[in-house]
C-alpha cells in the first residue's frame, strides 16, 4: 500500500484479476529514470489495447511525482514509497556505488504481476527499451 501522486491509496490487491508493469525506478526526473518513464508514456496506449496497468515506484514523495508526470506527461500513476516499505519487500533497495561512492538506494527493476502473483523480474533493465520489452513479455505469457 502506498499513496500515488495525488495522494490517492493504492494497493496491490486493486489490481486482482489485472495485468500489472511495476516498475522500480532510483529518482525523478533524472536522465535514466526520465527516458524509462517516458518510454512507457510512448508504449500506453499499447498496453491499455492490452489490458496493462503501469505503474511506476520510487522513494521519491508524491510532489515530486506529480511534477514528474506534469513534466514529461506520464499517463500511469507513480507511487510515493517514502518509507521503504514496497522498495525493501521487493528486494529492490540496497547499497550501490556511483564514483567510488557508496550510498543506499532504489535498485533498477521492473516485476510483471498477473492476477496477483509475480510472472517475470527484469533484473536488469534498458532504459530505452524496456518498454518494448515488458509488452513483449506480457505477449507470452
Same mark, same amino acid.
Not at 508526470?69 to 499517463?75: A, E, H, T
Not at 529492490?92 to 510472472?119: A, N, Q
Not at 523480474?121 to 513483449?136: G, N, R, S
Given at each position: 500500500?502506498?499513496?500515488?501522486?495525488?495522494?490517492?491509496?493504492? !494497493?496491490?490487491? +486493486?489490481?486482482?484479476?489485472?495485468?500489472?508493469? $511495476?516498475?522500480? *525506478?532510483?529518482?525523478?526526473?533524472?536522465?535514466?529514470?526520465?527516458?524509462?518513464?517516458?518510454?512507457?508514456? +510512448?508504449?500506453?496506449?499499447?498496453?491499455?489495447?492490452?489490458? /496493462?496497468?503501469?505503474?511506476?515506484?520510487? #522513494?521519491? +514523495?508524491?510532489?515530486?511525482?506529480? !511534477?514528474?508526470?506534469?513534466?514529461?506527461?506520464?499517463?500511469?500513476? &507513480?507511487?510515493?514509497?517514502? +518509507?521503504?516499505? /514496497?522498495?525493501?519487500? *521487493?528486494? #529492490?533497495?540496497?547499497?550501490?556505488? $556511483? *564514483?567510488?561512492?557508496?550510498? $543506499?538506494?532504489? @535498485?533498477?527493476?521492473? @516485476?510483471?504481476?498477473?492476477?496477483?502473483? /509475480? #510472472?517475470?523480474?527484469?533484473?536488469?533493465?534498458?532504459?530505452?527499451?524496456?518498454?518494448? =520489452?515488458? &509488452?513483449?513479455? @506480457?505477449? =507470452?505469457?
Amino acid at each position: 500500500t502506498a499513496k500515488d501522486q495525488d495522494g490517492r491509496t493504492v !494497493k496491490l490487491s +486493486d489490481f486482482k484479476g489485472k495485468r500489472l508493469g $511495476m516498475y522500480f *525506478y532510483p529518482k525523478d526526473d533524472t536522465p535514466g529514470c526520465t527516458k524509462e518513464a517516458c518510454s512507457f508514456r +510512448d508504449a500506453d496506449s499499447l498496453y491499455r489495447s492490452q489490458g /496493462i496497468t503501469v505503474l511506476g515506484v520510487s #522513494v521519491d +514523495d508524491e510532489a515530486s511525482h506529480k !511534477k514528474f508526470i506534469s513534466k514529461f506527461q506520464l499517463p500511469f500513476d &507513480l507511487l510515493a514509497d517514502t +518509507d521503504h516499505k /514496497i522498495v525493501e519487500a *521487493y528486494g #529492490v533497495w540496497g547499497e550501490k556505488s $556511483m *564514483y567510488g561512492r557508496k550510498y $543506499m538506494g532504489t @535498485f533498477r527493476k521492473t @516485476f510483471l504481476i498477473d492476477d496477483g502473483k /509475480i #510472472v517475470k523480474i527484469f533484473e536488469k533493465v534498458d532504459v530505452a527499451k524496456h518498454a518494448d =520489452e515488458v &509488452l513483449a513479455a @506480457f505477449g =507470452e505469457k
